[in-house]
């Protein structure tokens, strides 16, 4: 199985300062057609989980511009340059190269200190 | 729009049986693979299975946690994916998501409860 480890697990940021969360695979997650599903959600307290960066670093419709992701093999990065209040909540990555199973992050809780 | 609704959720006892369903809208059903995952109250997102579009033979994958406890199916002319939960356990206590597509897991329902006790 490919373990996805997450750090920090916990997060208080600032408003208006950045944040960055790592992701680490357990094994490469590039597949055989040359792509690399790791992907990460944010779950804002009460919701279901949403995603906002697909395949390293693909933006989904709608996520602000302050969200990037970057990273590759089994080294990935969630960036947030200036964090708002609409941010808090946990953040997962997911891999969906290798499975089954297919396996997701521990998560990380941004707060607002 | 993409829409994912769960429902089926509920109060069960140890060892007895559910039935969850996803119904699915806004795009073409039987196109696509489509996923469970599960969050258990207060922990993390964990992968139940998934069931592959017929077009690839309709065919499951499960977590060891459910294997051979728990069946997914789908029925494409009415845009419903099942999860059938035999056995069950009071830790599969958790709230179920399904999500479209394995690779992408782009769109999620908004879940529906799961409690297992006596």
């Known amino acids: 199985d490919v373990v996805m480890t997450q750090s920090p697990l916990s997060l208080p940021v600032t408003l208006g300062q950045p944040a960055s969360i790592s992701c680490r695979s357990s094994?490469?997650?590039?597949?055989?057609?040359?792509?690399?599903?790791l992907h990460w959600f944010q779950q804002r307290p009460g919701q279901s989980p949403r995603r906002l960066i697909y395949?390293?670093?693909n933006r989904d419709s709608g996520v602000p511009d302050r969200f990037s992701g970057s990273g590759s093999g089994t080294d990935f990065t969630l960036k947030i340059s200036r964090v708002e209040a609409e941010d808090v909540g946990v953040y997962y990555c997911?891999?969906?190269?290798?499975?089954?199973?297919?396996?997701f992050g521990q998560g990380t809780r941004l707060e607002i200190k | 729009e993409v829409q994912l609704v769960e429902s089926g959720g509920g109060l069960v006892q140890p060892g007895r049986s559910l039935r969850l369903s996803c119904t699915a809208s806004?795009?073409?059903?039987?196109?696509?693979?489509m996923n469970w995952v599960r969050q258990a109250p207060g922990k993390g997102l964990e992968w139940v299975g998934f069931?592959?579009?017929?077009?690839?033979?309709?065919?499951?994958e499960y977590a060891a946690s459910v294997q051979g406890r728990f069946t997914i199916s789908r029925d494409d002319s009415k845009s419903i994916a099942y999860l059938q939960m035999n056995s069950l356990k009071t830790e599969d206590t958790a709230v179920y998501y399904c999500?479209?597509?394995?690779?992408?897991?782009?769109?999620w329902g908004q879940g529906t409860l799961v409690t297992v006790s006596s």
């Open positions: 999500s479209r597509d394995p690779h992408y897991f782009d769109f």
């Open positions: 806004g795009f073409t059903f039987g196109d696509y693979a």
């Open positions: 069931i592959r579009s017929k077009t690839y033979g309709g065919t499951t």
């Open positions: 094994q490469s997650l590039v597949h055989s057609s040359g792509n690399t599903y």
């Open positions: 395949r390293v670093s």
């Open positions: 997911m891999q969906g190269t290798q499975w089954p199973p297919i396996t």
